[in-house]
């Protein structure tokens, strides 16, 4: 996922994608824990685009609070 695409997103939709991530890391995270066979890869890739999501989110928080404050 790229930062590009996720800015042209809404805050809604970034919020949805953020949930879908989380889910993704919890099923990961089951897998290992049962012993199934999962990349190892994975994990860091989740945790990457949940920071990638949630910067973003940040940046549009802060995008709309500086009119506020002009």
Not at 27 to 32: F, S, V
Not at 46 to 63: C, D, G, P, S, Y
């Amino acid at each position: 996922m790229d930062a590009k695409q996720l800015r042209s997103k809404s805050l809604a939709e970034l919020s949805d994608e953020l949930l879908k991530l989380r889910r993704e890391q919890f099923a990961l995270r089951m897998q290992r824990a049962t012993g199934q066979a999962v990349k190892p890869d994975q994990f860091g890739k989740v945790r990457r685009n949940i920071a990638r999501v949630k910067t973003v989110m940040r940046e549009l928080q802060l995008r709309g609070t500086e009119g506020e404050n002009k």
